[in-house]
Each structure stands twice: as structure tokens, then as C-alpha cells.
């Protein structure tokens, strides 16, 4: 196949002329209803904008039933048929107006099934043309159509490839150098993109990433593009309307992303050659034209000193609406329905850009250790009430996905919310963003990155813009142990439940009427450390407060450090005493602390699950012996897949867990043995 063949052309016109119905609804009416899609909290904003606009709005939940399928869920399309034929029977049309579909940022909304489906039930899609979704959902078709339009891209091969065989073949008889990035053709956000450094890795490596795509689209079609070291990725949103007419935004500069995640995103873009986003600009505005695009969307590119090259879009508002549209100081759900209307010339959408939105950063708050890289999810117990602030020249609002005694569940999604920051510029905003980070408090079963966000904004080459796409994942590194007050103070605060104490006394008792051998030894490890407990070192201004039950004791307070800091305390019960397990946060700081009561030579080697979701898959039958470094068991978390593997060899007798079954983060996964030497 040549390089500008591309990929599948059909799919493209299946689609073509089939989306009239849902490119040109009636124009915004009061009695009108609109179904929103995707997380809750761009969902709310979404619904505010269409508030503003007449609309009565509506909003997907997770536990709505039916449920939003996932897109690789086989029977995806008969579950969306489902959602809309509910939403239709419980919303019915008023004076003649149909009802809408909002896909908001979800996986759906790049879907061209989306408007075809909503037709069946008579509802409007506020989306652009079908003919549009369908090219822009396979990346590999948008991007050889934009070369054929004289926009540069880093594609090594148009020709797909679908397993780890083809790709190492790709390698071999190209010739090409590592590393190399590969993607999904149809996207997936942070799990349609995989680098690979070298050519050992890619067995081991791309079997998991590949079976990670399969879940999430369904099908596994790759293709490969070229790495550039030390790039900028820059977004270009934009919208299009019928009569040709053309709007940029503000473009985004969203570098700082970890495993393709953009968990930093500024606006406007900065330390940028002005020529080369000049041109990708210019690409942008000749490219919609092109495709015919009608309503709302974005290019994105690796800009490389003067050079640009177009490596995604996207035909839907991006997750980084909320802040360009801060900063052009317009609304985006106004912008597509004046894109989606048709008859007399209208004119635009207002844009009154204001001072305290000169320049806007996105952070986005997710459930993981972001040190080990692993989610998170659990139970909320405590959360701060701050949503909005108001500064001199700068104001920031904060959107969650979550409230209090709520849960991030293993099976939903890892965002658990935005926080947007503006000012007058970027160093300011950044300053302020620190500053709210640090107060921001959300505790409980689960771990957030508030600590990796304050580190990563405060690394001088971030304060000064000197970044670009590949820095998080290979020059940031956070800190691993907190400071050795902070350090005695996790390591203590567990020790003060009564429930503790109580143990404690009936220990000191076992050690007086024992021998020696017999005494157990009683021991506090907090992460990796072993720490011995100290509660006159904990000086309490408020608190402590106990709570939960005998068997899972919590405790919850403010403590002041020996520099006059104060910081909250929340220790959240994970297992039960007496040996015990809790989830201790300071401040930023989240490490698990354990009371140990057994002698640890009589402690068996155990197995334990690293992350709270569902087993995906065990790799073992019992009584193999197991190589070290081996993935033996897969769970799923948060939509992850997280391999599971040992330092050393071992042996299973006995499975604990099967695949399917549901597993708490530091549960026994197998029964098993160390051979000996």
C-alpha cells in the first residue's frame, strides 16, 4: 500500500451525506431538552452554557440506567440506543422542537454512530457533520488527507498494522530508528499512544498496550509516526460556520502531559516560535475549509523550532474548553449553536476577553500515585469547600467530579476535576495555582497528585517555560519521601486511637509475662520506612477527632509543624487491627502506615494486590514456578490495565482470585513460596 493510500477510505463514505438531519437542528428554544455525555464536571459546565441558552439540560450519570457503554464495549451500540430511546420516552418534544444530544467531551462524541443513532429516536445531535466525525475519528485517514492538503505530518507508514509481529517487522525492514510512537487509528486520548524505545521491549511492552486498546475501541489498528525530542504540542481550537466564515481561538500550549495525559495546560501558548504557530494557524484555517467542517474544533501539533507538523484533531470541544474560551472570553456551546444554525448571515458569538484571563492554566486533578504510576480509586471522606477565588488580577474555579463520602469507583474514571487559574500572566497564574493546591484538602481511601502538580510548577524550568512534550515523563522526577518530621508524624498519629493504645498495653502485658522468644514484635512502617512512634512530637490545634469502628479506627485533625505550618491530618482504616493498615495524609504527603504485630521471620512471602479495580487475567496455573520480573496477573483499574510481577522467583500453590473476581488494593492474590537456593 503507498503512503497516501490510507486506511480503510470506505469508512469515510459509508457516513458521507447522512448527517443533514443532525447538522442542522432548530435554532436554541426554551422548551427544548439536552441530554449531556461524559464527566460530571465539564458536563456542568456544559449544561450552564446551555442553561444560558434556553435549553433544560440534562446529565448522563454513571449509575443512570442504562448506563453510557464504553466505546469497545461489543454491545455498545445497542446500549446508546438504550440511553437515547429513555431519554426520548422521558423527555418528549414541545411545540415542535426536537430534543438534543450533547456528547460533550465523552469517547462518543467523535463517533460518527452518535447522530446516526439519535436520528432513530428524533433527536438532534449538536455535533459537526457526520462526514466530518468519520474523518476525524480515524486518525489515519485525517492525517494523510491533510497532507494531501500540503500539511506536514511525522507518519512513518499509512499502512495499519495489528499486532506486535507486524510492528517488529515495520521496524526491522524500515530501518527506522528508536524511539518511534505509536497510536491507535481511533484515538483513545491517553490510551491511543505508546513510544517505544527499543526493539527488545516491544513484546513485552505493546502485548499489554495493545490489549489495553482492544478494551477501549474495540479494534486494533495501529500505525507508527516519527519521535521528536524536545517539541512543543500545541492546540488550535476553532470554530467554522456554514458560510465559510472561520474563527481561531486561542491556541493551547499542553506540553506538560504525562503517558500522554495532559495534566497542565496553558493558554495562550508561550515560548513558541511565532512563525511556525503562525503557520500551523494558517494549516488550521485551510484545513477546515478543506474537510468542510461545521461547529467546534481543534488541531493539535508538534511545533519543533520553525517547524510544525500536524499529529491529531479533534471534531468536539476538547477537555481544554473551559480555559481557551476563558481566555477568548466567549462561551463554546454558543459558538457550535451558531455554527449549526442556518438561514440569514448572523454574526458571531461575543468575545470580551478580560485582564484576570490574560493568560489561564488547566490542571487536572486525578486518583494515582503518580510516583509509582499506579490509580487510586477509593472512598472520599473528607473534601475542602472552596470552589471559586478571587485575587487581584487573577481568578481560579475548581470543578470535581466528586463530593464528600462519595466514591471514585475501580470501574469509573480517573479524573477526579479541573482546577482553571487566570492572571495577567503566566508566572502569576502559576503562583496562584500553587497556592490553592496547597490548601486544596480531599482525603479518604484514595490518593490524588495535588503534591506532583505543586512540584511540577514549581521546577524552575516550568516557572521559566522551558519544557516541551517529552519533559514530565523524562526529566521531572518528585520527591519520594516526605521530610523526617513529616515522616515520625505519619508514622505516629495511628498509635493515639484508643483502640491502638488498647493493644498496646495488652502487648507490654504479653512481653512481661513471656520469655523473650515468645514476645511478638510489634512494628509501624510507613511506605518503605520503619518508624518508631512518638506522639509528643504531634502538637494538635484541632483534634484529634476519632471516628469509624473498633475493628477500622480513623482520625482526623490539624497539627502544627516545627516551623509553625499547620497542616490537616486524616489516617482513613484500610484493615483491620490489631495489626492494621491505614491511608495517612499531611498535608500533600499520602503513604500507607501498618501496625506489624507478627514476628517477621515467622511472616509468610504473600502476594498482594497493588491497586483496587478487577482481575483482567491470571498468567499462571498453579504450581508453576514463576520467573522474576514476570507479569504473573493483570487487574483493571480506573480503565488501566496494571501488571503485577515479582522481584524474585516464586512458586504458586494456590490462587486466591480468579479472573473477573473484584480486589482491594493489598488483598492476597495467591498463596506461594520462594525456592530455595
Not at 224 to 244: C, K, N, Q
Not at 362 to 367: D, K, P, Q, T, Y
Request: hydrophobic share 40%; net charge neutral.
Amino acid at each position: 500500500m503507498s503512503k497516501h493510500n490510507g486506511f480503510c477510505p470506505e469508512a469515510a463514505l459509508t457516513f458521507k451525506d447522512m448527517s443533514k438531519g443532525a447538522r442542522n437542528p432548530p435554532a436554541a428554544h426554551p422548551s427544548r431538552k439536552a441530554l449531556i455525555l461524559g464527566s460530571r464536571s465539564v458536563a456542568s459546565l456544559i449544561a450552564r452554557e446551555l442553561q444560558d441558552e434556553g435549553f433544560e439540560t440534562e446529565l448522563q450519570k454513571d449509575h443512570d440506567d442504562p448506563p453510557l457503554p464504553s466505546v469497545g464495549d461489543p454491545d455498545a451500540l445497542a446500549k446508546l440506543r438504550a440511553v437515547f430511546e429513555r431519554f426520548a420516552r422521558e423527555s418528549p418534544q414541545a411545540g415542535g422542537f426536537a430534543n438534543c444530544i450533547h456528547p460533550g467531551v465523552s469517547s462518543w462524541a467523535e463517533r460518527p454512530e452518535l447522530p446516526i443513532i439519535a436520528q432513530e429516536f428524533g433527536l438532534d445531535v449538536i455535533c459537526p457533520p457526520t462526514q466530518v466525525l468519520a474523518l476525524f475519528s480515524n486518525k489515519l485517514n485525517l492525517l494523510g488527507e491533510a497532507e494531501r492538503s500540503g500539511i506536514p505530518n511525522l507518519v512513518l507508514s499509512f499502512d495499519p498494522m495489528h499486532s506486535v509481529r507486524e510492528i517488529e517487522r515495520m521496524m526491522v525492514q524500515s530501518r527506522q530508528h528508536f524511539p518511534v510512537v505509536l497510536k491507535s487509528v481511533w484515538g483513545s486520548g491517553s490510551f491511543g499512544a505508546c513510544i517505544a524505545y527499543e526493539l527488545d521491549e516491544l513484546g513485552k511492552k505493546l502485548a499489554l498496550w495493545i490489549e489495553q486498546l482492544r478494551r477501549k475501541t474495540g479494534e486494533v489498528i495501529i500505525f507508527s509516526e516519527r519521535y521528536l525530542e524536545g517539541a512543543r504540542h500545541i492546540s488550535i481550537p476553532f470554530a467554522r460556520f456554514p458560510d465559510g466564515r472561520t474563527e481561531l481561538f486561542p491556541s493551547l500550549d499542553v506540553s506538560l502531559q504525562s503517558r500522554f495525559r495532559k495534566v497542565v495546560e496553558v493558554c495562550p501558548a508561550i515560548s513558541v516560535d511565532p512563525n511556525a504557530l503562525k503557520r500551523a494557524q494558517d494549516w488550521t484555517l485551510s484545513f477546515a475549509e478543506h474537510c468542510r467542517y461545521i461547529g467546534v474544533g481543534t488541531l493539535e501539533f508538534l511545533i519543533e523550532g520553525p517547524r510544525a507538523f500536524l499529529v491529531d484533531g479533534s471534531a468536539r470541544l476538547n477537555t481544554a474548553f473551559p480555559l481557551w474560551e476563558r481566555v477568548a472570553g466567549t462561551k463554546a456551546v454558543s459558538w457550535q449553536l451558531a455554527a449549526m444554525e442556518t438561514g440569514t448571515l448572523s454574526p458571531p458569538p461575543e468575545r470580551t476577553p478580560r485582564p484576570e484571563w490574560a493568560t489561564g492554566i488547566s490542571l487536572r486533578l486525578l486518583a494515582e500515585d503518580s510516583l509509582l504510576q499506579l490509580p487510586q480509586p477509593g472512598r472520599i471522606q473528607e473534601l475542602s469547600n472552596d470552589r471559586e477565588w478571587r485575587f487581584k488580577g487573577s481568578e481560579a474555579e475548581l470543578h470535581l467530579n466528586v463530593t464528600v463520602n462519595s466514591e471514585i469507583s475501580p470501574s469509573g474514571s480517573e479524573t477526579v476535576g479541573n482546577l482553571l487559574v487566570g492572571g495577567r500572566d503566566f508566572k502569576q497564574a502559576v503562583t496562584i495555582a500553587q497556592g490553592i493546591l496547597n490548601q486544596f484538602w480531599i482525603a479518604g481511601s484514595l490518593q490524588t497528585n495535588e503534591r506532583f502538580l505543586v512540584e511540577l510548577l514549581s521546577h524552575p524550568w516550568v516557572r521559566e517555560g522551558i519544557f516541551c512534550a517529552g519533559f514530565v515523563d523524562e526529566e521531572f522526577a518528585p520527591a519520594v519521601r516526605p521530610p523526617a518530621e513529616i515522616l515520625r508524624i505519619l508514622g505516629s498519629i495511628c498509635s493515639l486511637h484508643p483502640k491502638v493504645i488498647q493493644l498496646s498495653r495488652v502487648s507490654r502485658l504479653a512481653n512481661v509475662i513471656s520469655s523473650p522468644e515468645s514476645r511478638p514484635a510489634v512494628r509501624w512502617a510507613v511506605g518503605d520506612q520503619w518508624v518508631s512512634p512518638d506522639v509528643s512530637i504531634i502538637k494538635w490545634v484541632n483534634g484529634p477527632e476519632f471516628w469509624g469502628t473498633a475493628d477500622l479506627p480513623g482520625i482526623s485533625g490539624t497539627v502544627k509543624l516545627s516551623n509553625g505550618q499547620e497542616q490537616r491530618v486524616c489516617a482513613y482504616p484500610i484493615a483491620p487491627v490489631p495489626e492494621g493498615k491505614w491511608q495517612v495524609r499531611i498535608g500533600h504527603w499520602v503513604l500507607m502506615v501498618r501496625r506489624i504485630s507478627a514476628p517477621r521471620k515467622n511472616r509468610e512471602p504473600r502476594a498482594l494486590a497493588l491497586v483496587s479495580g478487577k482481575v483482567h487475567s491470571v498468567l499462571y496455573r498453579e504450581g508453576v514456578t514463576i520467573p522474576a520480573h514476570e507479569t504473573f496477573l493483570i487487574i483493571e483499574s480506573l480503565g488501566i490495565l496494571v501488571p503485577h510481577a515479582s522481584p524474585i522467583d516464586f512458586q504458586v500453590s494456590e490462587w486466591k482470585v480468579r479472573a473477573e473476581d473484584p480486589v482491594s488494593v493489598g488483598q492476597d492474590l495467591a498463596k506461594i513460596s520462594v525456592p530455595e537456593n
